[in-house]
């Protein structure tokens, strides 16, 4: 079946520790993003891969990492995690082209106190 | 940066009844896609509809979009109370990869029995 795969799904976590949530794909896509999901600002993109090694920027980078080393995984990593990254974050992949559709995984669910 | 708005933000209907959300947005697009997410899973893709499309049907669900007035409406007809979720617009510009997709912040579906 195809499909992203995000791990955890729930995460509860102390300011300055550490943390990776990965997500995994298996439809050979190209391009992967992380999004995180906050009450009343929508979707906005953290960090996005166009493929292996290629990874940039989205609107709110900041306190976040990612790497590309594989094709299928594009973990997400918060070296120093503050109260203020607590969010639902998604990752997505798709074919790169602007009319190909995301395919979603079904979110980590991330506590900072 | 959000592109897409919702309105409205949310909607409550009985089933068998049509839902009605519609997006707006701001500058020209090659695309504009809708997508559901259930409560706090991922979102799952609907229909893609071309800035040279007026109108596209899948299944119960038939999405219209004006390009002169730039925003896009999505009709799903005789609902059902597995349609309860949010529905969120997403817009492609002219140019570029899907890295630049941005969503709106959704509408809020209610089909109650």
């Known amino acids: 079946e195809a499909q992203v795969t995000q791990n955890p799904r729930y995460l509860i976590t102390v300011t300055g520790k550490k943390l990776t949530v990965t997500c995994s794909q298996n439809m050979n896509h190209e391009y992967m993003s992380w999004y995180r999901q906050d009450p009343g600002l929508g979707l906005r993109q953290i960090y996005y891969?166009?493929?292996?090694?290629?990874?940039d920027k989205g609107d709110v980078p900041e306190g976040y990492k990612v790497s590309r080393k594989e094709k299928r995984n594009f973990p997400l990593i918060l070296e120093s995690p503050s109260p203020n990254q607590t969010s639902l974050y998604f990752c997505?992949?798709?074919?790169?082209?602007?009319?190909?559709?995301?395919?979603f995984g079904n979110g980590t669910r991330l506590t900072v106190t | 940066s959000q592109q897409g708005e919702e309105d409205p933000q949310a909607l409550s209907i009985q089933e068998g009844e049509n839902a009605t959300m519609n997006c707006s947005y701001k500058t020209s697009i090659n695309n504009l896609q809708w997508y559901r997410q259930n409560s706090g899973r991922g979102l799952v893709h609907l229909i893609l509809i071309r800035s040279n499309e007026r109108e596209k049907h899948s299944g119960r669900l038939r999405v219209t979009l004006d390009t002169s007035k730039k925003s896009s409406s999505l009709l799903i007809t005789a609902s059902r109370a597995a349609d309860t979720a949010s529905y969120f617009c997403?817009?492609?510009?002219?140019?570029?990869?899907?890295?630049?997709?941005?969503f709106g912040t959704g509408t809020r579906l209610q089909v109650t029995l």
């Open positions: 997403a817009t492609a510009p002219l140019t570029g990869t899907a890295s630049k997709l941005t």
């Open positions: 997505a992949s798709s074919s790169p082209g602007i009319v190909s559709p995301l395919h």
């Open positions: 891969s166009m493929n292996v090694e290629v990874t």
